[in-house]
């Protein structure tokens, strides 16, 4: 009599949990420069079991089943990209710098902990809707760091090519801006060049600049994109309040129609 094993239970999710952070462990160890002969058998055993579990799952769903499945599809993908460092422990490689990329991979094990994040699918599925919802705000922030970019380039490309030299430059060097970071060093540094008047333009511009993109258009980044975040919340929160203003109306209209004790007692006497 064969035992079989289900993939997806609670006990199977949690034995690879602590494998997962076991072979977390040993990548750290690794890293560290711990080169025993333990922490690469323990490394391949990881493997392995990981391999086991992909193919279980296979089983259980069919090779098409599985990579329909998101989560499978990023598990099966770091499975895949780990066999290397499998074949490698049996098949001597001539090549160890093909070897060290398979082994820095290794690292992208970590995301496989996502899985037991406490709602991480509603997670997902909220990000997912404020990136659709956002994705003509972002646009528009771009399209607003190009046209300061190009002007920028006009204006300060002569003066410091180092950041307004290409639009290329200045693109990134506008988007440090917005960010805030630096926003102090780039204007500083063309304002040296000018006289008195000139310097005071120049940190104007940066200033209005900086106000533009840094505050008001970051600020509305950050509304909108959490806005739409919590709006599943706020949806349920709705609805709720929806069906107790109908229950209530309800309850108003159904007293409305019934005779007022008062009244029936009047009624009655006379």
Not at 133 to 150: M, T, W
Not at 238 to 252: F, H, T, V
């Amino acid at each position: 009599m064969t035992m079989k094993i289900n993939p997806y239970s609670l006990r199977a999710e949690r034995m690879i949990m602590a494998v997962i952070l076991i072979n977390s462990v040993i990548i750290f160890l690794d890293a560290s420069g711990v080169h025993r002969p333990f922490v690469i058998y323990l490394d391949i055993l990881c493997s392995f079991i990981f391999l086991v579990e992909m193919l279980a799952k296979m089983r259980v769903d069919g090779v098409l089943g599985y990579w329909r499945s998101g989560w499978n599809r990023l598990d099966g993908t770091l499975v895949l990209l780990s066999l290397p460092s499998i074949f490698a422990f049996f098949f001597p490689i001539t090549d160890l710098s093909f070897l060290l990329i398979f082994r820095m991979l290794r690292a992208f094990r970590f995301f496989r902990l996502i899985h037991f994040f406490p709602g991480v699918e509603q997670i997902g599925k909220n990000f997912r809707k404020a990136l659709r919802e956002s994705f003509s705000l972002f646009v528009g922030y771009f399209i607003v760091i190009c046209i300061f970019a190009l002007l920028s380039t006009a204006l300060f490309g002569h003066i410091s090519p180092k950041y307004f030299g290409t639009p290329w430059d200045s693109i990134y060097s506008v988007f440090r801006l917005f960010t805030i970071e630096g926003w102090y060093d780039i204007p500083d540094s063309i304002a040296a060049t000018y006289g008195p008047w000139g310097i005071f333009f120049v940190r104007l511009y940066f200033v209005f600049l900086l106000i533009i993109g840094g505050v008001i258009g970051l600020s509305l980044i950050n509304s909108v994109f959490v806005d739409a975040m919590v709006s599943d919340n706020n949806d349920d929160v709705l609805k709720r309040l929806d069906q107790l203003e109908q229950k209530i109306d309800q309850l108003i209209q159904a007293n409305a129609h019934e005779p007022h004790p008062l009244d029936a007692k009047e009624g009655t006497e006379q």
